[in-house]
């Protein structure tokens, strides 16, 4: 999708799973590589993408995005779900080759808008955010739909 100073961005697919499930420990993980890619191929079946950045190896950046139509808008609405690139990576531009790829990719799928739910205490990544053009909108809280087991 994107080749710049040695950095390639391009959708991701099941056969990354692999090289995914170590970048994301960084956020949670692990999760097995099986489970990885049975959810990359479902995000690539829905209407989102998931996109790499590689630098010359395994993956050094992710961003995981979707998209919706909302009565509050008059274009689908795009909202990233993750923004990753590894501790040994970062402050090289990564991140924002990542959101310019990923708003490419929303544009192209009609979108008109594009948000980030950001965690209050993310403090870093919400000033990454206003550094890379999103504005404070509001806040989001989030409910669990299943009782999550102890």
């Given at each position: 999708?994107?080749?710049?100073?040695?950095?390639?961005?391009?959708?991701?697919?099941?056969?990354?799973?692999?090289?995914?499930?170590?970048?994301?420990?960084?956020?949670?993980?692990?999760?097995?590589?099986?489970?990885?890619?049975?959810?990359?191929?479902?995000?690539?079946?829905?209407?989102?993408?998931?996109?790499?950045?590689?630098?010359?190896?395994?993956?050094?950046?992710?961003?995981?995005?979707?998209?919706?139509?909302?009565?509050?808008?008059?274009?689908?609405?795009?909202?990233?779900?993750?923004?990753?690139?590894?501790?040994?990576?970062?402050?090289?531009?990564?991140?924002r080759?990542?959101?310019?790829?990923?708003?490419?990719?929303?544009?192209?799928?009609?979108?008109?808008?594009?948000?980030?739910?950001?965690?209050?205490?993310?403090?870093?990544?919400?000033?990454?955010?206003?550094a890379?053009?999103?504005?404070?909108?509001?806040?989001?809280?989030?409910?669990?739909?299943?009782?999550?087991?102890?």
């Open positions: 999708m994107n080749q710049r100073r040695g950095l390639e961005v391009r959708a991701a697919n099941g056969a990354d799973a692999a090289g995914l499930s170590a970048l994301l420990e960084v956020a949670g993980g692990p999760w097995p590589p099986a489970e990885l890619a049975r959810r990359l191929d479902a995000a690539r079946a829905a209407a989102g993408t998931v996109l790499l950045a590689l630098d010359w190896g395994p993956p050094v950046g992710l961003v995981a995005l979707h998209w919706f139509p909302s009565l509050l808008a008059g274009r689908l609405v795009a909202q990233l779900d993750l923004l990753l690139v590894g501790q040994e990576d970062r402050r090289r531009g990564i991140g080759i990542l959101v310019k790829a990923a708003a490419q990719a929303a544009r192209v799928a009609g979108c008109g808008d594009m948000q980030f739910v950001v965690n209050a205490g993310q403090t870093d990544l919400r000033a990454f955010c206003l890379t053009g999103f504005t404070e909108t509001g806040s989001c809280l989030s409910r669990a739909l299943r009782k999550q087991s102890e």
